[in-house]
């Protein structure tokens, strides 16, 4: 039995410029278990977001493969991925509730609507919003917004969940928060995760693996383990001998070009 859930085989990526033919990734290949929480980082400009994006659907690879659960892509939207971007503010409807805007991507997958209303109910309870679900989004915090948002991704439970570089938008101690909320999803619902972040430390202490991705164009630099027991606390996690060695690896491999594993 094939326990791939994200399957990229020798993916490549180039677009038009000015200037002529870009090539922003290269010959990348990994593949991502079911349940596993992996990260990606890499240098600013390195292609993380491009690379999501061609997984989501959003961008048609030149060339490579890309298979979400033995499925290969044909530059649609897998209705069994779901997206939370960095924007919050453009990703939410502001005229719809709180539990509309959870509800409204469970229209598309045929739910009831009772089915609807609780699975959007439990996905706001998951994330702590359970007595917000009649207010709007302009009414909300900037990290109470991202919380909507997961909880509409995880509300038709999502075989992969991509996740670019969602928290760089708020403030650190809301960072702390909606890392650790996105720990508690996994662990409740043992979601699958993509996560694209440019933070060193977040990549660490969230992920099962993480990629490091080269200069652009991107190739895999890296595909390191992170053994480090869970469930995970945001001090004593990154007080670990083996956080700190992994924290040196991936800074020397994106701080230093040239080093490689």
């Given at each position: 039995?094939?326990d ?42 390195s ?10 659907g ?64 439990e ?17 909300l ?54 996560f ?13 693996r ?46 230093q ?5």
């Amino acid at each position: 039995m094939n326990d791939q859930v994200l399957e990229v085989r020798d993916l490549e990526y180039e677009y038009v410029t000015g200037k002529g033919r870009f090539r922003a990734i290269d010959h990348l290949s990994f593949s991502v278990r079911e349940g596993e929480f992996v990260s990606i980082v890499g240098p600013s400009g390195s292609g993380k977001s491009t690379l999501l994006k061609t997984i989501a659907g959003l961008l048609r690879v030149t060339a490579g493969e890309i298979r979400v659960s033995g499925q290969v892509l044909t530059g649609q939207i897998p209705p069994q991925v779901a997206v939370v971007f960095q924007d919050y503010s453009r990703s939410l409807f502001p005229w719809m509730t709180v539990q509309e805007n959870v509800e409204f991507p469970l229209k598309g997958k045929k739910f009831g609507r009772k089915e609807a209303a609780e699975r959007s109910l439990e996905s706001l309870v998951a994330v702590g919003l359970g007595d917000a679900l009649k207010k709007y989004p302009w009414q909300l915090s900037g990290g109470m917004q991202q919380r909507v948002a997961i909880a509409r991704a995880i509300a038709y439970r999502p075989t992969l969940l991509l996740m670019d570089e969602p928290f760089a938008s708020v403030d650190a101690q809301t960072r702390a928060d909606l890392e650790d909320l996105v720990l508690s999803i996994h662990q409740k619902y043992g979601t699958t995760i993509l996560f694209i972040t440019h933070d060193i430390d977040e990549s660490i202490y969230l992920a099962d693996r993480v990629l490091v991705l080269s200069q652009p164009p991107a190739r895999l630099k890296a595909d390191l383990k992170v053994d480090l027991p869970r469930p995970r606390h945001q001090i004593q996690t990154k007080q670990m001998p083996e956080f700190i060695r992994l924290r040196a690896e991936v800074s020397g491999m994106i701080l230093q070009p040239g080093l490689a594993r």
